[in-house]
């Protein structure tokens, strides 16, 4: 079993909103965008002034024109998660990094972020795109409790506008940035305690979902879309079955933030009551790994004893992943 101790969440301050992607004259404008993803706003870590001259025609460029490293916003979402568990940096006995756009892979980017924290512990990544955090929790629901250290960070910093081609307006309105960070244990009890995970993929639908190293984001969309729909109901029937039949009606869920048309979808076919799903893909557009994990950190407050959450998130690979949350 895994306890969640605290999460974090971290924003860098420049928004790209609607407006601002119709002045960029690709052919889009608020309703276009509205009716196809439901995004109102994004937030960035590029300079606007850098979107706004190149539209980030040469990706290779943005690494200049970021406000922060991936090193720096994850450290800033773990910090937050850390202060939310009570416990100190020193506590933390393991670092797991993932995300959809590494700025490194040697060294491991978990290694860049304690770093920046300035821990010495053992670390590495642990990758799946946009459902890098459920692989995370069945990774370690898998492992055995007391071969673990008592406090496990987890963090994805996705600062992804990096590899967005502002010329293109299929993808251009879909991105924003976020880096969050969960603290776990399988030691040390908490209220909000998973018991069930579950990961599978596709490999033969790689192609569907790429972020190229040096290139731009490419994508599939409309069966990347049909996929992720089918399969995110497919997990969240999955962890109904570990729920007690008098509680379904009140089951919580966080989707994968990707495009609130999909999720809305998800909620009619798998009968969530609306008021009972949680999101902020409207707000702050497609942030891969973080966008469920944000969604989570910005509403744990609201969540009470007897509630069931589940997470179910889709990504590249093709991989979909998910976990039950049961609150004690």
């Not at 506008?161 to 603290?183: F, K």
Request: glycine share 6%; charged share 15%; aromatic share 8%.
């Amino acid at each position: 079993m895994i306890y969640i101790h605290g999460c974090g969440h971290f924003r860098p301050e420049n928004t790209i909103t609607n407006q601002f992607l119709t002045e960029l004259d690709i052919g889009t404008n608020e309703s276009w965008i509205l009716e196809r993803t439901g995004i109102h706003e994004r937030k960035t870590i590029l300079d606007l002034e850098y979107i706004q001259q190149t539209k980030n025609a040469n990706p290779l460029a943005a690494k200049e024109a970021s406000l922060y490293t991936n090193a720096q916003t994850g450290a800033s979402a773990a910090e937050m998660a850390i202060a939310r568990a009570g416990i100190t940096k020193e506590e933390i006995g393991l670092v797991i990094s993932g995300s959809c756009t590494p700025q490194s892979c040697c060294p491991a980017e978990a290694c860049t972020i304690a770093n920046q924290l300035e821990i010495e512990v053992p670390c590495f990544d642990l990758n799946s795109a946009c459902s890098t955090i459920g692989m995370q929790m069945n990774f370690i629901n898998t492992m055995q409790p007391d071969k673990l250290p008592q406090y496990i960070l987890l963090v994805q910093p996705e600062n992804n506008t990096r590899h967005i081609d502002y010329r293109d307006r299929s993808t251009a309105v879909l991105w924003g940035d976020c880096s969050t960070a969960v603290v776990v244990s399988t030691q040390i009890p908490s209220p909000f305690r998973i018991q069930h995970s579950m990961i599978q993929s596709s490999p033969a639908g790689q192609e569907k979902v790429v972020f190229d190293i040096n290139g731009h984001f490419r994508q599939d969309g409309k069966s990347v879309q049909k996929f992720a729909i089918r399969k995110s109901v497919a997990l969240i029937e999955h962890f109904k079955q570990f729920i007690e039949p008098e509680k379904i009606n009140q089951v919580k869920m966080i989707g994968h933030q990707a495009n609130l048309v999909m999720l809305n979808s998800i909620v009619t076919r798998t009968n969530i009551n609306p008021e009972n799903h949680y999101f902020n893909i409207n707000k702050y557009g497609n942030c891969g790994a973080a966008g469920s994990v944000s969604v989570l950190s910005e509403n744990i407050e609201q969540f009470k004893t007897g509630d069931n959450i589940i997470v179910a998130v889709v990504g590249s690979g093709l991989t979909w992943t998910g976990f039950l949350i049961e609150v004690a």
